[in-house]
């Protein structure tokens, strides 16, 4: 299915406005209605029209028949914090409204998102293929933590499909890969991508963390699940930590024996046989989130849900600022490369699954005319007054890091190099500042490493 709407019959939500029999059965509403309304209505005792913030670790049950049938998934309702909560519920619905998801689990963060989706799909002795143009986190969860449960990974060039395909052995229990690859900008080809896995009866999870449901919904080009941080730019803020996983319903789980084998907590409960297209996400929550305990804070998703409301908006401006910074310093004397998929060059995949923009985050490599280019990347940094120097991307500030002197400072050049990466690489983040103060800034940290 080739996606061009912003509309959902399938998960559309009305909206909300107290009377919601009145309010537009049958319409398919637009993403930015359901940025605003999908997953709540107006509480019913207060009135309140923003999400409460249900601050609660547990809920008292109606009688003990009620608590029982909760226990045992014959209800569905609260029964404590870690497994749900209505505020995180309301962030729930709403992302996966947005994402055209049939459901949603909110967690900690984007990492534990990609734990809790992996472990409810993997056993030990079964392998990952990923592509190698992987947020680094995710690299080491694959190479060092899941070694650690006996899953293996290999890793391909993301868009190489005769890699992806001899890399599978009897072992692959899932593919895995980014939209957008963090920190390469790579656009992944998803479409053929989804039919190799189809063909091998394999689920795909994409991390869509820098496109957000705004510029890809991977779940349209009938990718089975989507893990998404959403401390980027679904909060938008740099607040808060956040994650979800989301399934599109496309995919049969009862073909995967980790999550079609029956519960040994839940009296052999098959989940996909009991909950249909629900399953995958029942087990994940009901099991994986309730014994890892990686849930999302009932703050943190007020906050997220903050952030869902703007963030078309937002996005789009995050996408024209860096549409012009990327053109600014692919101009620039002091630069030798700009990895912008928005740049002529890179465009064709970035069209097909990016057609708003390619997101805002990008690398470029410094051309520092006779300095060290590591020596050179500090003194750029040092120079910048309106970037912020950190670790994040996706905040409404614009952010820069410079890996050589940072998160890969213990690699030699020719480390780095090998590893994708070189030692006057810098990535930015850019954010919503006004775009001639985002140019000067760069110019004037540009103009600094020629001195
Ligand atoms: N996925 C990508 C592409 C990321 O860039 C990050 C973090 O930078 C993560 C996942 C992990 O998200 P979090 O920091 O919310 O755990």
Not at 56 to 82: C, H, M, P, W
Not at 296 to 307: K, R, Y
């Amino acid at each position: 299915m080739s996606p061009d709407s912003d509309t959902s019959p399938a998960s559309s939500s009305p909206p909300s406005n107290g009377t919601p029999s009145a309010a537009g059965a049958g319409r398919d509403f637009g993403f930015e209605t359901r940025m605003l309304h999908a997953g709540h209505i107006p509480d019913a005792e207060t009135g309140s029209r923003a999400v409460p913030i249900h601050q609660t670790t547990s809920y008292v049950f109606d009688d003990t028949n009620y608590a029982a049938q909760l226990f045992e998934l014959k209800a569905y309702g609260n029964i404590y914090t870690r497994i749900n909560n209505p505020t995180t519920a309301a962030f729930e619905e709403r992302i996966a409204s947005l994402a055209n998801a049939v459901g949603a689990v909110a967690t900690a963060s984007g990492m534990a998102a990609e734990l809790v989706a992996l472990m409810t799909l993997l056993e030990p002795g079964d392998e990952i293929v990923a592509s190698a143009h992987l947020y680094g986190g995710t690299r080491t969860l694959f190479t060092n933590t899941f070694q650690k449960l006996s899953v293996e990974a290999s890793f391909v060039e993301p868009n190489d499909l005769d890699a992806w395909d001899a890399a599978i052995t009897d072992d692959t229990k899932v593919l895995y890969g980014e939209t957008i690859g963090n920190p390469q900008g790579s656009v992944l080809d998803i479409e053929p991508l989804v039919e190799l896995a189809d063909a091998h009866g394999l689920p795909l999870i994409i991390d869509n963390t820098f496109a957000t449901p705004y510029l890809c919904r991977p779940l349209d080009w009938d990718v089975p699940l989507v893990v998404q941080s959403a401390t980027k730019f679904i909060g938008g803020h740099g607040t808060s930590i956040g994650g979800v996983v989301l399934d599109g319903g496309s995919f049969d789980f009862t073909t995967i024996d980790a999550v079609a084998e029956p519960s040994d907590s839940y009296h052999g409960l098959k989940f996909p046989d009991t909950f249909g297209h629900q399953g995958y996400l029942m087990k994940t929550r009901a099991e994986t989130l309730r014994d890892t305990g990686a849930s999302l804070s009932p703050f943190n998703a007020f906050q997220l849900i903050q952030g869902l409301e703007t963030l078309s908006v937002r996005v789009e401006r995050h996408v024209d600022n860096a549409q012009a910074v990327a053109e600014h310093l692919h101009e620039h004397p002091r630069v030798e490369r700009v990895a912008y998929p928005g740049l002529p060059g890179n465009h064709a995949l970035a069209q097909k699954y990016l057609p708003k923009g390619p997101g805002a985050i990008f690398t470029f490599e410094l051309s520092p005319d006779g300095q060290a280019p590591r020596a050179a990347g500090k003194t750029f940094i040092e120079n910048l007054q309106l970037f912020s120097h950190l670790a994040n991307v996706g905040d409404a500030r614009s952010l820069v890091l410079h890996p050589a002197s940072t998160t890969h400072q213990q690699l030699s050049d020719e480390e780095m190099r090998a590893s994708g990466l070189s030692p006057g690489m810098i990535r930015l983040s850019i954010g919503l500042e006004d775009t001639n103060d985002l140019l000067w800034d760069l110019d004037q940290a540009l103009h600094a490493i020629s001195q």
